[in-house]
């Protein structure tokens, strides 16, 4: 069992793919804390005690009902007080909330820009103290997987918000990784796709997304959860500050952008050389249209 009496956090761990993680967690060995708020895809209140339903019929876990942006302090102390630490952050929680830029709203934005970054933030904020402290005490360091999306990277349409926070958890992945770093504590970035309540939900707006629809709802989460639980042990003691996908069967690393070509500004700027390396405006679901790997 790859991860033996180690205690892991999971938000949004109550359901679709946070709950698929929590439970390979447990089945290597692991203790853990779950945090969710049992919202709808959204963010509106739903099922408030969830965490605290799935909680009851998994052994060695335990519930935290709450937002994450809030609650976070208080599932590093339960972690603490019921399994002695934390070694294992997922920063999985997200709701989304779209609307194309010219029609969007100052309440969806902060609403979801705080589900998705500011509660990995503060969750990362009250955990990572305990993290290097437990290292210096000769404690095996431990791991954080933030779950992001490939709208955070290609981008698609309406998804402002949720592409925005995304885009920022990646950035915030580099750079916990460098600040943590000397405690050999490590932090990578997961794009997952699988059939959730979100993929579910999706509505096709053209033939193209129906196609995506069909083919997404046959990935299972646990494909998702074994890469994080990889990236959780041991055996990934040398992976840090990288972003991967996975999708069913397949594991992907992504680029992350460096400069790649440059020309110098004289009199006249001319961008013309930089062109063969431009990206190609496409969405995500145009990028992953072939057929998923089960
Ligand atoms: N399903 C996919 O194919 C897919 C694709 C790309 C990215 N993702 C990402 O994977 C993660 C899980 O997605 P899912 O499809 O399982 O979603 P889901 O809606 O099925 O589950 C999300 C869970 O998080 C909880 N939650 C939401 N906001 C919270 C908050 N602020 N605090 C605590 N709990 C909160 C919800 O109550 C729910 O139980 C998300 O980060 C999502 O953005 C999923």
Redesign the pocket.
Same mark, same amino acid.
């Given at each position: 069992m790859d991860l033996q009496d180690r205690v892991a956090i999971v938000? #949004?761990? &109550? !359901? #679709? /793919? *946070?709950?698929a993680i929590v439970e390979e967690f447990i089945a290597q060995g692991a203790s853990v804390v779950i +945090?969710?708020? *049992? +919202?709808s @895809?959204g #963010?509106e209140p739903?099922?408030p005690r969830?965490a605290e339903e799935v909680s009851s019929r998994l052994e060695r876990t335990a519930a935290v009902c *709450?937002? /994450?942006?809030d $609650?976070a302090p208080t599932a590093v102390e339960v972690a603490q007080k019921r399994f002695g630490s934390v070694d294992i952050v997922v920063n999985? &929680? &997200? @709701? /989304?909330r779209d609307a194309f830029i010219f029609k969007s709203d100052a309440a969806s934005w902060d609403a979801v820009i !705080?589900?998705?970054l500011t #509660?990995a933030q503060r969750l990362l904020a009250a955990a990572t103290p305990l993290m290097r402290e437990q290292a210096k005490n000769g404690r095996a360091p431990g791991a954080i997987v933030n @779950? %992001?999306?490939?709208?955070g990277i290609y981008g698609n349409f309406g998804q402002g918000a949720?592409g925005a926070a995304?885009a920022g958890l990646i950035g915030l992945t580099r750079v916990v990784a460098h600040d943590l770093a000397r405690s050999r504590i490590r932090c990578n970035a997961v794009?997952?796709? $699988?059939?959730? !309540?979100?993929?579910e939900s999706i509505k096709p707006a053209n033939d193209a997304q129906a196609a995506y629809k069909a083919k997404?709802l046959r %990935?299972p $989460?646990r494909s %998702?959860a074994r890469l994080v639980c990889h990236l959780a042990s041991e055996r990934a003691a040398h992976v840090s500050g990288q972003l991967f996908g996975v999708r069913g069967r397949e594991v992907f690393v992504f680029s992350q952008p460096r400069p790649v070509q440059r020309v110098l500004q004289g009199d006249q700027l001319d961008l013309q050389p930089l062109e063969a390396h431009f990206a190609d405006l496409v969405t995500d679901l145009e990028a992953f249209s072939a057929d998923p790997i089960l």
């Amino acid at each position: 069992m790859d991860l033996q009496d180690r205690v892991a956090i999971v938000s #949004g761990g &109550a !359901r #679709g /793919i *946070g709950l698929a993680i929590v439970e390979e967690f447990i089945a290597q060995g692991a203790s853990v804390v779950i +945090v969710d708020s *049992g +919202v709808s @895809i959204g #963010g509106e209140p739903e099922q408030p005690r969830l965490a605290e339903e799935v909680s009851s019929r998994l052994e060695r876990t335990a519930a935290v009902c *709450g937002d /994450i942006a809030d $609650a976070a302090p208080t599932a590093v102390e339960v972690a603490q007080k019921r399994f002695g630490s934390v070694d294992i952050v997922v920063n999985n &929680a &997200a @709701i /989304i909330r779209d609307a194309f830029i010219f029609k969007s709203d100052a309440a969806s934005w902060d609403a979801v820009i !705080r589900s998705n970054l500011t #509660g990995a933030q503060r969750l990362l904020a009250a955990a990572t103290p305990l993290m290097r402290e437990q290292a210096k005490n000769g404690r095996a360091p431990g791991a954080i997987v933030n @779950i %992001v999306s490939t709208a955070g990277i290609y981008g698609n349409f309406g998804q402002g918000a949720y592409g925005a926070a995304k885009a920022g958890l990646i950035g915030l992945t580099r750079v916990v990784a460098h600040d943590l770093a000397r405690s050999r504590i490590r932090c990578n970035a997961v794009a997952p796709f $699988a059939a959730t !309540r979100v993929t579910e939900s999706i509505k096709p707006a053209n033939d193209a997304q129906a196609a995506y629809k069909a083919k997404a709802l046959r %990935v299972p $989460a646990r494909s %998702v959860a074994r890469l994080v639980c990889h990236l959780a042990s041991e055996r990934a003691a040398h992976v840090s500050g990288q972003l991967f996908g996975v999708r069913g069967r397949e594991v992907f690393v992504f680029s992350q952008p460096r400069p790649v070509q440059r020309v110098l500004q004289g009199d006249q700027l001319d961008l013309q050389p930089l062109e063969a390396h431009f990206a190609d405006l496409v969405t995500d679901l145009e990028a992953f249209s072939a057929d998923p790997i089960l």
